[in-house]
């Protein structure tokens, strides 16, 4: 199976497999479009190096799970979506993240169109700096950049 090289906004130049590259869906367009071309760097625009490294770590963890469908942009009331239960190695994997660091991996898994990144983050965030906590502290925290990234 064939490598790509993807090249964050920063220059960093990431090697990532044809399987894991699948879980983004705006990747796998992408690739579709080249016809498959293992030379060509795929520019990764607004995601720094760290943050590109990041998230093949996690694409990689997940390159046999299924592929993510392309999400309905409908507009209009939409069913509640299902509860699920983060896996293990995701649980682990966000245990070692700053919320500054969070935060730009749920941009760069929207960027990129990776749908269960995107809500494994979301999740995280939820239970780890939002669940239980007062609303003026909530306030504090998401006002003030200093106070997100001095977040544990």
């Not at 060509?40 to 799970?65: F, M, Q, S, Y």
Request: proline fraction near 7%; aromatic fraction near 8%.
């Amino acid at each position: 199976m064939a490598t790509f090289k993807l090249v964050s906004c920063d220059g960093e130049i990431v090697d990532i497999s044809e399987r894991a590259l699948q879980q983004s869906v705006m990747l796998r367009q992408m690739l579709q479009e080249t016809h498959g071309d293992a030379e060509a760097a795929i520019p990764v625009h607004n995601v720094d190096g760290p943050t590109t490294r990041r998230v093949v770590k996690w694409c990689e963890a997940h390159k046999l799970d299924p592929l993510p469908e392309v999400e309905s942009r409908d507009v209009g009331p939409r069913p509640a979506p299902p509860t699920f239960e983060m896996p293990r190695w995701d649980r682990e994997f966000f245990a070692e993240l700053s919320i500054a660091d969070v935060a730009k991996l749920v941009m760069a898994a929207n960027y990129l169109e990776i749908t269960w990144l995107y809500k494994f983050c979301c999740k995280h965030i939820f239970a780890e700096y939002i669940k239980d906590r007062p609303v003026e502290e909530l306030r504090t925290i998401f006002e003030s950049r200093e106070a997100v990234s001095s977040l544990p």
